[in-house]
Nanobody, 115 residues
Framework: QVQLVESGGGLVQVGGSLRLSCAASGRIFSVIASHWYRQAPGKEREWVAVITSGGITNCASSVKGRFTISRDNAKNTVYLQMNSLKPEDTAVYYC?????????WGQGTQVTVSS
């Protein structure tokens, strides 16, 4: 089992920044990749970014150049730095860990970008 707890969401104005955190515990040695997803009201969940156990990163075209995924192995935490936020970035953001023994999700953190 892997437990994931997201934090760092909140209300921010257009053009502002937030950093989301996803703290992992449990069988973290089995994590293959860590992802961020988001789900806006009335929309399907959307993939945002990934960082693999080897440190390879990628992100969706809609956030490329504005969002950066990173991790701190010592803290077992994955981050999503979000800059130049837009109203369309408003969503609940979820962390997902793909492991050798299953797929785990956090409870989500709300990000609201106000204009």
């Amino acid at each position: 089992q892997v437990q994931l707890v997201e934090s760092g969401g909140g209300l921010v104005q257009v053009g502002g920044s937030l950093r989301l955190s996803c703290a992992a515990s449990g069988r973290i040695f089995s994590v293959i990749a860590s992802h961020w997803y988001r789900q806006a009201p009335g929309k399907e969940r959307e993939w945002v970014a990934v960082i693999t156990s080897g440190g390879i990163t990628n992100c969706a075209s809609s956030v490329k150049g504005r969002f950066t995924i990173s991790r701190d192995n010592a803290k077992n935490t994955v981050y999503l730095q979000m800059n130049s936020l837009k109203p369309e970035d408003t969503a609940v953001y979820y962390c997902r860990a793909l492991t050798t023994h299953g797929d785990f999700w956090g409870q989500g953190t709300q990000v609201t970008v106000s204009s």
